[in-house]
């Protein structure tokens, strides 16, 4: 595709359900991250994947968060038993290539409300 | 540890006036930096990038960005604001390895 999609644009759900997020990164690019964005706050990296290398898991807030790359293109970010703290907008960017010269391409992300 | 500081967190400004945000960061070798601009409900998109050479980069949009590395900043220009400017601009830094850290952001306000 053009560029980074992600899906559902919108999600709100009741605090304990779980939610899955999509990903959709530009075709080819071997580096996939997920960022969070709180109101007023900038953005907390949460995972990264690199082609079939082992994800860096580093960022995840919780054990009640985890994600997967399928055939190295599309993610899915999953929150378990979610709670009001975890409503934010959930960011999945790409880049060609990993490194931190790189460029990130950004999805318009995903606004989760958990009531 | 690395970190990027924006301490404006909005800016107001008249259309057609000059602008600078300001960005600091703390690494210590010569980062690469970035600065991103977020639309409402949209992702981020790249205005510029530093890694090496000029100080003085050019980016979209008409914006420019100046590294200096005594004052450990990466300040956003731009001579004249368009009211299309209106948005949350972010400074980013890589630091090695794959992350990118991001500030915190700066909302820059267009009046007419």
């Known amino acids: 595709g053009a560029g980074v999609s992600q899906s559902p644009s919108n999600k709100v759900t009741e605090k304990g359900k779980d939610v899955e997020l999509r990903c959709d990164p530009i075709?080819?690019?071997?580096?996939l991250y997920w960022y969070r964005q709180s109101l007023g706050q900038g953005l907390e990296f949460l995972i990264y994947f690199q082609g079939n290398s082992a994800p860096d898991k580093s960022g995840l807030p919780s054990d009640r968060f985890s994600a997967e790359r399928t055939g190295g293109s599309v993610s899915t970010l999953t929150i378990q038993r979610t709670q009001q703290e975890d409503s934010a907008v959930y960011l999945c960017?790409?880049?060609?290539?990993?490194?931190?010269?790189?460029?990130?391409?950004f999805g318009p992300g995903t606004r989760l409300l958990v009531l | 540890a690395q970190s990027v500081t924006q301490p404006d967190i909005h800016i107001t400004v008249s259309e057609g006036a000059s602008l600078e945000l300001r960005c600091n960061y703390s690494?210590?070798?010569?980062?690469?930096l970035f600065w991103y601009v977020q639309s409402p409900g949209q992702g981020l998109q790249l205005l510029l990038k530093?890694?090496?050479?000029?100080?003085l980069v050019q980016g979209i949009k008409g914006f420019e960005a100046e590294f200096k590395r005594s004052q450990s900043s990466f300040n956003l220009r731009k001579p004249s604001v368009h009211w299309s400017d209106a948005a949350e601009y972010f400074c980013?830094?890589?630091?090695?390895?794959?992350?990118?850290?991001f500030g915190a952001g700066t909302r820059l306000f267009v009046k007419a």
């Open positions: 980013a830094v890589g630091a090695g390895g794959f992350k990118t850290i």
């Open positions: 075709s080819g690019h071997t580096a």
């Open positions: 690494y210590g070798a010569t980062p690469y």
């Open positions: 530093y890694f090496s050479g000029d100080t």
């Open positions: 960017a790409s880049s060609q290539r990993q490194g931190a010269s790189e460029t990130q391409y």
